[in-house]
């Protein structure tokens, strides 16, 4: 799984197909910029993180954040392993 501001469709649909869980949470990336500043692309936190998917909540730091809910078919296909995984399922 990967948090970040935001992903193109592209990279969401390829993540998804892959079974790979993307979540975008501008508000947490914002957070962490004004923390750790923006100098750097990559820099280690040892932050931990709970995601609450039933609400849709994702809480590090004692901070709640919204995120969009996962629809169905990605849980599905994450679950499955991919897409590949999944039609093979579905094809027997």
Known sequence: ?????????TYKRNALNNG????????LVNDLKNKYGKDKLTVKTDITGKIDFQDSVLITNNKSY??????EAAQELIVTGGLEEWVKRNLK
Do not use: Y
Not at 66 to 71: F, L, M, T, Y
């Open 1 to 9: 799984m990967v948090i970040a501001g935001s992903f193109n469709e």
């Open 66 to 71: 919204h995120i969009d809910p996962i629809g």
């Open 20 to 27: 790979f869980l993307v979540i975008e949470c501008a508000e």
